[in-house]
Every structure is written in C-alpha cells, then in structure tokens.
C-alpha cells in the first residue's frame, strides 16, 4: 500500500505564488513517474507535470510559471507554483507511479488532493 500525503495549498492573490508538496511512503521499491494532475469544477481531470528521473514535462499553459523537482531521498514530489492566475484554481491532486516492494507489481496512486485557489 502507497499513502501520499499533500500539502501546500491555499488561498492566494493573482501573481502570488505557491508551493505544493507531497510525500509517497508504504511499499515502493521504485518510484518512476511524479506528478501533478488538477481538476476545476465542471472540467476533466488534466495532467499539469510530471517527473522521472532524466526528464520533466508540463501542460502549456503553466509552462515559464511553475516548477516541478523531487527529492528521490525523501520520496517527495514539489510543484513551485508562481505568477498564479485564476485559472490555476482547482483541486490538486499529487501522482506517483511506482513499483511495489511487496508485490513487484507497478500501479498508479493519486494523493488526497489539495485545494488552490486564486483570487483576481
């Protein structure tokens, strides 16, 4: 079993910025894949970035204004949120893929999810 628990979400102003982080513990053995998904009232689910481990991708319109790292000692996702605007608000959700140690099986997990919310 994978726990991921999030933090980091608020309130903020536009322009402001924000820090989400989120720490994966349980049976991994290997972690290949972090992430950020966010899902807005009345819209789907979208992927805003991920991380492996030699390479990391975001959805266009957060490109220039967030950041995401990883600390794999810690097994710890960040997404350094800045010039927010208030279309970024949603709920964020924090996604591993991994591998379990207990199984050997790779499966996909998705934390609690943290709310952002921008104000104009």
């Known amino acids: 079993q994978v726990q991921l628990v999030e933090s980091g979400g608020g309130l903020v102003q536009t322009g402001g910025s924000l820090r989400l982080s989120c720490a994966a513990s349980?049976?991994?053995?290997?972690?290949?894949?972090m992430g950020w998904y966010r899902q807005a009232p009345g819209k789907q689910r979208e992927l805003v970035a991920t991380?492996?481990?030699?390479?990391?991708n975001y959805v266009d319109s957060v490109k220039g204004r967030f950041t995401i790292s990883r600390d794999n000692a810690k097994n710890t996702v960040y997404l350094q949120m800045n010039i927010l605007k208030p279309e970024d608000t949603a709920v964020y959700y924090c996604?591993?893929?991994?591998?379990?140690?207990?199984?050997?099986?790779?499966?996909?997990?998705w934390g609690q999810g943290t709310q952002v919310t921008v104000s104009s």
């Open positions: 996604y591993v893929n991994s591998r379990s140690s207990l199984y050997g099986s790779v499966n996909n997990y």
């Open positions: 349980g049976s991994i053995s290997m972690i290949y894949v």
């Open positions: 991380i492996s481990a030699d390479s990391t």
